[in-house]
């Protein structure tokens, strides 16, 4: 399911210009993806849930090392992944 904020995701994606732009908005995605799937882990009751985040969150961040290549950036990962970017729960209904 869609985040209801996908409208400015998609008008984000229409005012890139090139592949670096591109890039970079997958990567503001990827670590928002990472993040909410971490928040998910601790905040989720229902143990599939927990583990369905749990196994998800560690794909999204390798999907930010590789776009951070991409862009030019060195590829480590911080040693926390924090939830600052997290998708607030608000965005999960559309």
């Known amino acids: 399911m869609p985040l209801s904020d996908q409208e400015s995701v998609a008008a984000a994606l229409g005012k890139a210009t090139d592949a670096g732009a591109v890039a970079k908005l997958a990567l503001q995605l ?27 969150a560690p794909v999204e961040a ?26 607030n729960p608000s965005l999960l209904t559309v």
């Open 30 to 56: 990827e670590d928002q993806a990472a993040q909410t799937y971490l928040f998910a882990t601790c905040n989720v009751t229902s143990p599939a849930g927990i583990a369905t985040a749990a196994t998800i």
């Open 62 to 87: 390798m999907h930010a090392v590789i776009l951070n290549y991409v862009l030019g950036q060195y590829p480590v990962l911080d040693d926390v992944l924090p939830v600052d970017k997290a998708a």
